[in-house]
């Protein structure tokens, strides 16, 4: 469309408008969490709003130090990393034997996972939680990473599964007549061939279990992972504005970065969940 | 003894039956091809060979070894795909040495294989591209540098050539008769193109539905065929058919023209309907059966030309030419000798 026509000019203009509204309703947050993260408590008091006048790193440190930060983040990162890394393996391996292989009952199997997709969190927490005491894992970082492992894999697999079924079958054929073990053929052709989906699902489960606080809060009780510890910077009677903005900027800021490093797979990856399953 | 054996070996899939019952002996070294329309379950059968498919019922035996329920690996085979199932993210030579490399093979013997199995192929400047910088033609030739690292003792080959331009079909045609040339194994070759059938087999099954309508040589098929598929399905262009009114024990008449057939075994049944076949080139000669067309189009090809005409009847025919083209609407005087003739019965079963 190189040139737009009068007409489709003017359709473009009507539909910026509530684009733009949105866009600013995303920006204002991180505006306004930034800003009020260099004021100090005083300042922010005489003017919520204005723009940071004495700019002052404090709240980070703070933040970091006084607030337990730094061992929460260490939490975040040690269970993110955990159970993503599980879920990616266990994902990938269901994926293969859900799409390629066949046994009994696979197409049953695979139901069950897709129902299970559509049962939310808050329905099942009570068993959750007498299945996390029952089995010792209260308070522990690897109850954590099962239990992430747990209520993120449907999904997971269910992508994997998808996106496998979409790869030529020969592939796997090949490798099977050319005398690769099954084992084989997940780690040197399906390991490879299934990266952008999950490369995408990398992002999203991390992203997923870095914000969590609902799971991580019955099951890290007393240790925090760093979205508890900054929910917890809220006060019952007062809160700390920039200080809990410093946290919030500190927490973001690792998934940020993920964001800007994988940028281009995030977005060739948004289709991978169109394939056909 | 022959080297592969199948013994009415069946296919379904649920109620579907897609190979109803096939027996065939391969002998060693031989090149064998399964040729038939779209569907007729070729690359079934061929993957029930390989092992990707179970078999239903029957036996396969493989060096006297019965093979149904061993691992496609275990089976002695190497299989090259349409789509040629190279693994994108592998380097040529990668893809080629993948099978040695599962199998633990050690490392100087698969660098001495792939680079033999590389300059057969004359792929040796493209071993480390992937396979995404290459050329329709030679991602083919790596598959088959794939098959032919393992030494196997059977090749499969299925619809190899159908992703290839026509030039290029031609030429590669060329190269895996070379191969079974150079390296006599057995082969066993899919394909729905039977001039590829017709160039590269010693012998060539005839599939159609899940059944062998003829097992035979190229020249047999073509000479001999059994029934009236097989007339039609060998041979370029295909065989013309016309009714055949029966008028004495050897004597048809075609769209007014009386054919007597001296040759003819079988006594023919006057007044019975029968089908009556025969192929374009046999269609100009200079003495003989006179049979009249009239011309719909002429397409010159240089050294012929294929007639288009239609016969009193309305039945299409089409005839080789030398010379001169006729104009669209002349009527022309075809020739052809009796003993080129083929009749079919009702059920298009060979009248011999
Ligand atoms: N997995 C399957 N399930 C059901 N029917 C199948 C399956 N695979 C192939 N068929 C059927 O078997 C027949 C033979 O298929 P195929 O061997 O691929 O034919 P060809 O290779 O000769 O074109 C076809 O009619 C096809 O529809
Ligand atoms: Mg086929």
Not at chain 1, 115 to 133: D, G, K, R
Not at chain 2, 17 to 26: A, Q, R, T
Not at chain 2, 214 to 226: A, H, K
Request: net charge neutral; glycine share 8%; charged share 20%.
């Amino acid at each position: 469309m190189a040139t737009a026509g009068k007409k489709e000019k003017r359709v473009l203009w009507i539909i910026s408008i509530p684009m733009a509204i949105l866009a600013l309703s995303c920006v204002y947050p991180v505006y306004f969490a930034l800003n009020n993260a260099l004021k100090d408590n005083r300042g922010y008091i005489l003017d919520r709003f204005g723009l940071v006048q004495n700019p002052t790193f404090d709240n980070f440190v703070q933040a970091w130090t006084r607030s337990n930060l730094d061992t929460y983040f260490l939490n975040s990162v040690v269970t993110t990393v955990g159970a993503v890394a599980l879920l990616l393996v266990v994902s990938s391996l269901a994926g293969f034997a859900l799409a390629v292989l066949r046994f009994p009952m696979r197409r049953l199997i695979f139901i069950v996972i897709l129902a299970s997709l559509m049962i939310p969190v808050q329905v099942v927490l009570v068993p959750f939680y007498q299945t996390i005491i029952g089995l010792g894992l209260l308070n522990t970082r690897t109850g954590l990473i099962i239990s992430y492992t747990a209520f993120f894999l449907p999904f997971s697999v269910y992508l994997m599964t998808s996106f496998y079924a979409g790869l030529p079958r020969e592939l796997v054929e090949a490798a099977r007549i050319d005398g690769a073990k099954l084992i084989q053929v997940w780690w040197y052709v399906m390991v490879p061939m299934g990266r952008p989906a999950l490369i995408t699902l990398g992002i999203l489960n991390t992203l997923y279990c870095w914000n969590d606080v609902l799971i991580s809060l019955l099951v890290l009780q007393d240790q925090r992972t760093l979205m508890v510890g900054i929910a917890a910077l809220r006060g019952e009677y007062t809160t700390n504005v920039p200080l809990l903005s410093a946290g919030i900027v500190l927490a973001a800021a690792p998934i940020v970065i993920l964001y800007i490093i994988f940028q281009r797979q995030i977005v060739s990856g948004i289709a991978v969940g169109a394939v056909k399953g | 003894m022959a080297q592969i054996e199948l013994k009415d070996v069946r296919k379904s899939y649920g109620a579907t039956d897609v190979i109803h019952g096939i027996s065939l002996e391969i002998e060693q070294g031989e090149f064998v091809v399964f040729v038939g329309p779209s569907g007729c379950g070729k690359s079934t059968l061929l993957r029930m060979i390989a092992g990707l498919e179970e078999i239903s019922d029957g036996d396969l035996e493989i060096g006297g070894k019965r093979m149904n329920d061993e691992e496609p690996s275990d089976r002695g085979v190497a299989m090259v795909f349409q789509s040629y199932a190279l693994y994108p993210h592998m380097s040529v030579a990668d893809n080629m040495s993948f099978g040695l490399r599962m199998t633990g093979r050690p490392k100087d013997e698969i660098a001495e294989k792939v680079s033999r199995a590389a300059s057969i192929l004359q792929l040796e400047e493209l071993l480390a591209r992937k396979p995404a910088q290459l050329s329709g033609g030679q991602r083919q030739r790596v598959a088959i540098g794939r098959a032919i690292v393992r030494n196997p003792d059977v090749f499969l080959f299925d619809e190899p050539l159908s992703n290839l331009d026509a030039e290029l079909r031609v030429q590669m045609r060329v190269e895996i008769a070379k191969l079974h040339n150079t390296l006599a194994n057995t082969m066993i070759y899919v394909t729905h193109d039977q001039t590829e059938a017709m160039t590269l087999a010693d012998r060539i099954v005839v599939l159609r539905a899940g059944i062998v309508e003829q097992v035979g040589t190229p020249l047999e098929l073509y000479e001999n065929p059994d029934n009236a598929f097989v007339a039609g399905f060998i041979g370029s262009p295909r065989m013309n058919f016309a009714r055949a009114k029966v008028t004495g024990p050897r004597a048809i008449e075609v769209a007014g023209v009386a054919i007597a057939l001296p040759d003819l075994a079988t006594e023919l049944a006057t007044g019975t309907e029968v089908s009556f076949g025969i192929r374009p080139e046999h269609l100009h000669a200079e003495t003989g059966v006179e049979l009249p067309i009239t011309v719909d189009v002429a397409e010159q090809l240089g050294s012929t030309t294929y007639v288009h005409g239609t016969l009193a009847t309305g039945e299409v025919v089409i005839a080789e030419r030398r010379g001169t083209a006729p104009r669209p609407r002349d009527t022309v005087l075809l020739h052809f000798d009796p003993r080129h003739a083929r009749l079919f019965d009702a059920d298009g079963m060979r009248i011999r």
